[in-house]
């Protein structure tokens, strides 16, 4: 009676049908809320997650890849896994599908491959002179990475994994106030960071400079109100996607004109984003902040071409410049 009674506890406690034993088996779930707005937005936003299971040793167990877009963005999903008695590191990926802006270095070989192998790498052309360029829209890439105890207690559980955005888009857009056109044409839009490369644990791996070029430019009229009456004024808009920032090492932006090479500005967007932190969570963390935010809308005001330097919008938010040596 005790041996059916048993049986009977362990099979009732299962969830998965059909496995008719008393294993050890985690349902692992993916969110994406490490962002501003603190709202779950994996279902929007991420299009394929890898997931790889080391044991103890570091070393890899198991993996599964999936892309299936409409499993991903069905709000439930999840990764089965079954597990023995031991410690084991999560680690997630998400983004490398077809490894068409990112790719990880390791072959991720069960039985050999290692924790500290799982680095990935951005995809990057390089120029006559061998530097690296992207001149593309990148991908969105998300990491992850979890320890779990797993106990010889047999059962279903539930872990999840919260995603970090390694990649974002920075919007420069320049207001000539002089009241002539401008030509988007006419500037050439650069940021240059050594941050094309992530450890295991996410950590930038310095290794060489990448110089993003905008994969979008414009030009247009913006209407604004002056002393009670409209104003047309030219605008210039770039935009470019950029890999993870750090808090300690800001990516430089440089908008150059083309015609005579001449500097009209350059400053370092890390730096000029924090300074709007406030704005939005005054207790949060420098590094924390630059994660969480992905897009970063820089304006930046012109008078007959030269930067006005007194101030500038980001995300929407009025900063007023005392240094302008930041």
């Not at 450890?199 to 400079?209: E, G, L, P, S, T």
């Not at 350059?266 to 897009?295: C, F, T, V, W």
Request: hydrophobic letters at 40%; a negative charge.
């Amino acid at each position: 009676m005790v041996a059916l009674l048993m049986v009977s506890s362990c099979s009732q406690s299962l969830i998965f049908e059909g496995e008719g034993d008393c294993g050890i088996y985690y349902r692992i779930r993916f969110k994406y809320d490490y962002n501003i707005k603190f709202a779950d937005a994996f279902a929007n936003e991420v299009n394929s997650v890898a997931l790889y299971v080391f044991d103890q040793n570091d070393r890899l167990l198991e993996q599964h890849v999936t892309s299936d877009k409409e499993a991903l963005a069905s709000g439930n999903f999840e990764i089965e896994l079954e597990l023995e008695p031991q410690r084991y590191t999560l680690l997630a990926w998400a983004g490398l599908d077809d490894e068409e802006s990112f790719r990880l270095l390791a072959d991720a070989e069960v039985g050999v491959t290692t924790l500290q192998q799982m680095q990935v790498k951005m995809q990057v052309d390089y120029n006559e002179a061998g530097e690296a360029i992207v001149t593309e829209d990148l991908k969105p890439l998300f990491h992850a990475v979890k320890e779990i105890e797993v106990e010889d207690m047999p059962g279903t559980y539930t872990e999840t994994m919260s995603l970090m955005k390694n990649t974002n888009v920075v919007r420069v857009l320049l207001h000539e106030l002089s009241g002539k056109d401008i030509s988007a044409d006419k500037f050439i839009f650069e940021i240059k960071d050594n941050n094309g490369f992530y450890n295991w644990d996410n950590a930038i791996i310095r290794d060489q400079m990448i110089t993003y070029s905008p994969w979008y430019v414009a030009t247009g009229t913006a209407d604004v109100e002056q002393s009670r009456a409209a104003t047309t004024i030219s605008v210039a808009l770039a935009e470019h996607t950029i890999g993870r920032m750090s808090a300690s090492s800001s990516p430089i932006l440089t908008v150059k004109n083309r015609e005579t090479g001449e500097l009209v500005l350059s400053i370092p967007i890390a730096d000029y984003a924090l300074l709007i932190k406030g704005n939005y969570r005054h207790d949060m963390g420098d590094q924390e902040y630059l994660d969480r935010q992905d897009e970063y809308s820089m304006t930046f005001f012109l008078d007959e071409g030269e930067w006005v330097s007194s101030y500038i919008l980001i995300n929407s938010w009025r900063v007023v410049l005392n240094d302008t040596d930041l």
